[in-house]
């Protein structure tokens, strides 16, 4: 069954170092997500990513962030000076073309020290 | 703009118990309703959708119907186990999310 696989599961990175989170999102999906989740708790959207542009960005999304489809398979994000409190998990998701339903990676925790 | 609010969790069960989890919406024309549901330590996984009014979606024993009347996309399951201890996002469209609901069953 295909899905979203993400690397690395966990980071650590000093603050102020930049970090570049790795998704290979299921093959002919042509939407893509980025969502972070502090300590378990509630899902917050980063910023969805559709035809090599973002669609739709949160207000957390600002400009230490940026995201890239390098290639033909790949999706990152990248956090150019990590703060303490970017420490989180980040899930990818991607979605079909006509389809309404998201499928997540199983997210990449990142502990900023 | 869109929101999706949910009840405040943990939710403590005796197994085989009744569940209920409460998710109402808000947003404009016809979304699309999902549960998500994420165990321990994993990411999310989709549990069941319902893309009309009227829909009810179904899985593993849990399901959620889409009533745009009262903007509500409840989840229930007549009998649960221990392994559905994990965390339940109400999810409105992609990208907006609730806070999620802890469930916790005892044996």
């Known amino acids: 069954e295909p899905e979203v696989t993400q690397t690395p599961s966990h980071q650590v990175t000093q603050m102020g170092q930049e970090v570049i989170l790795r998704c290979v999102p299921i093959?002919?999906?042509?939407?893509f997500y980025w969502y972070r989740q502090i300590l378990g708790q509630k899902v917050e959207f980063l910023v969805s990513?559709?035809?090599?542009?973002?669609?739709?960005k949160s207000e957390i999304f600002d400009d230490q962030f940026s995201v890239e489809r390098p290639d033909g398979s790949n999706f990152t994000l990248k956090i150019r000076s990590t703060k303490l409190e970017d420490s989180a998990m980040y899930f990818c998701a991607s979605r079909g073309q006509g389809r309404t339903e998201a499928f997540f990676g199983q997210g990449t925790r990142l502990t900023v020290v | 703009g869109n929101s999706v609010t949910q009840m405040e969790g943990p939710v403590t069960l005796s197994e085989e118990a009744f569940l209920t989890i409460n998710c109402t919406y808000t947003?404009?024309?016809?979304?699309?309703l999902f549960w998500y549901v994420q165990y321990p330590g994993e990411g999310l996984q989709l549990l069941l959708k319902a893309t009309k009014a009227d829909d009810k979606g179904s899985n593993k024993g849990f399901e959620a119907t889409y009533r745009k009347e009262t903007t509500s996309f409840h989840l229930e399951k007549g009998s649960v186990q221990v392994s559905d201890s994990a965390v339940y996002f109400c999810?409105?469209?992609?990208?907006?999310f609730g806070r999620g609901t802890s469930l916790i069953v005892h044996p």
């Open positions: 093959s002919n999906h042509l939407y």
């Open positions: 990513f559709y035809n090599n542009e973002i669609s739709e």
């Open positions: 947003a404009t024309g016809y979304p699309s």
């Open positions: 999810a409105l469209n992609i990208p907006t």
